[in-house]
């Protein structure tokens, strides 16, 4: 059964194109020099741009005026076609493309693929813009790759403006209504440079991540520290910390079983007076990242084995015994700042050993946070420093969908390949079901009665 062009849709283009016209279109797409030249300004691809919205436009015009072009029931319609106004140059995906408009007598016709004093097609080229912004390239180097690859000349405010259509998702994002309950929060944090009063400095990036009542994570927001007028940098202040546990309730969170986070100064007041019976817990990887800083890399290996035996103690006792063990030791005594790292967070570190291995696991196993802060950094890297704090906000989160779409599609990739691992979990972070979750869900139903529905 032969295919028409009326289940065009379903046909690929190759199938609706004679070779005499690809051959012509494939002639017309080389330059003086004899190379193939499908983007940019009057390319081949431009070519075809130009006739599709132009095609387009005439159906919009045929749409406004209820008849088609030639039709008789148009006569004395108290409106028809009046011919084509001026060319204009629109920035599309492929590069510039001059078109032209068709008008009607009465001046209503108002185009929506091209609107009126429109510069660009959005979709394509905006989608781009945006793409490129995610992955971490600053404006001037987007401008610089549009001009390069395409063609295409933007203005730095064009560009700002196309990124900035995505401030209302990230506001209804950063507002979105939360579960009432979650078993464990992480907090992490990654530092960037933002002009504040006017003055560019390192500011902390908060990002939290929770483990719902499903063993599902999700990542609740992302927060920056305001720099008061009076000071000259930002402060993780109890204040700024009370403004992040307001925000969750306002979210309709009720209650957090454990925060799991590395010793932020003001945190553990905040949430307490927000989140009264929530467990305050130091991050493991983190205090151990804290405890190796000092040693010297070819001792680190030994240390850390050594300190292993602290975190995996059965028991608070037992790890206070292993310490004081390792402390005696002769890299003990040539590393004491390992060891008062742990003597340091000791009352926040030990409610590590109320539960057995599931629940622990879930508190210690930050991978999935630790790759996609990483992932984060690399992004940020290369911005300099961001204007705004609101600028930092909508480059993370564009960056985290843009991470986690990634990941899902090597997956879905390597699935279509038979690779054996390729029924992983597909994202980082977002969504991902914690391993062991039934194990470690039926502990904390029993550490914390009433509390985990």
Not at 205 to 231: M, N, Q
Request: charged share 25%; proline share 4%.
């Amino acid at each position: 059964m032969g295919r028409t062009l009326e289940s065009g849709r379903d046909v690929p283009i190759r199938d609706l194109l004679s070779d005499e016209v690809l051959d012509l279109l494939l002639e017309r797409s080389k330059d003086e020099a004899g190379q193939l030249r499908l983007t940019g300004e009057d390319s081949m691809l431009g070519q075809l741009v130009k006739a599709v919205l132009e095609r387009a436009l005439e159906g919009e015009l045929t749409a406004h005026l209820g008849y088609d072009k030639h039709d008789v029931s148009g006569n004395n319609s108290g409106n028809s076609r009046n011919g084509w106004g001026k060319g204009k140059t629109v920035q599309t995906g492929v590069g510039p493309v001059r078109i032209v408009v068709p008008r009607d007598r009465a001046g209503s016709f108002e185009p929506v693929l091209v609107p009126k004093r429109a510069g660009r097609i959005a979709g394509g080229l905006d989608d781009m813009i945006i793409s490129l912004y995610a992955h971490g390239m600053s404006v001037r180097d987007i401008l610089h790759h549009l001009k390069q690859v395409y063609g295409t000349d933007l203005s730095h405010e064009q560009i700002s403006r196309i990124t900035d259509q995505v401030m209302e998702e990230v506001k209804c994002w950063q507002a979105r209504p939360l579960d009432p309950t979650y078993a464990v929060v992480f907090l992490d944090a990654i530092v960037v440079k933002v002009r504040d009063n006017n003055v560019v400095q390192n500011k902390p990036a908060y990002i939290c991540v929770g483990v719902d009542t499903d063993g599902e994570k999700h990542v609740l927001g992302i927060w920056l520290a305001r720099t008061p007028l009076e000071s000259a940098t930002a402060g993780e202040s109890a204040r700024f910390w009370a403004s992040v546990m307001a925000d969750l309730r306002n979210r309709g969170v009720r209650d957090i079983l454990i925060a799991c986070c590395d010793g932020l100064k003001g945190f553990e007041d905040a949430i307490n007076a927000a989140f009264p019976a929530t467990v305050v817990q130091t991050c493991v990887v983190h205090l151990i990242r804290n405890a190796l800083r000092p040693v010297a890399r070819r001792d680190a290996g030994a240390v850390a084995k050594e300190l292993k035996k602290v975190y995996t103690a059965v028991d608070a006792d037992a790890a206070l015994e292993a310490l004081a063990t390792f402390a005696d030791t002769d890299l003990g005594r040539k590393y004491p700042q390992a060891v008062r790292a742990f003597e340091d967070a000791w009352d926040r570190f030990t409610p590590y050993f109320a539960f057995t291995g599931p629940v622990r696991k879930l508190l210690y196993t930050t991978n999935g946070i630790e790759s996609l802060n990483y992932q984060l950094r690399k992004v940020t890297k290369a911005r300099g420093h961001f204007p705004t704090d609101d600028a930092v906000v909508k480059l993370l989160w564009l960056a985290i969908i843009n991470i986690e779409d990634k990941r899902a599609r090597e997956r879905a990739a390597k699935r279509d390949n038979g690779d054996k691992h390729a029924f992983q979990p597909t994202r980082l972070v977002e969504g991902q079901r914690v391993a062991g979750w039934r194990e470690a869900l039926n502990e904390l139903a029993i550490a914390y009665p009433g509390r985990i529905r």
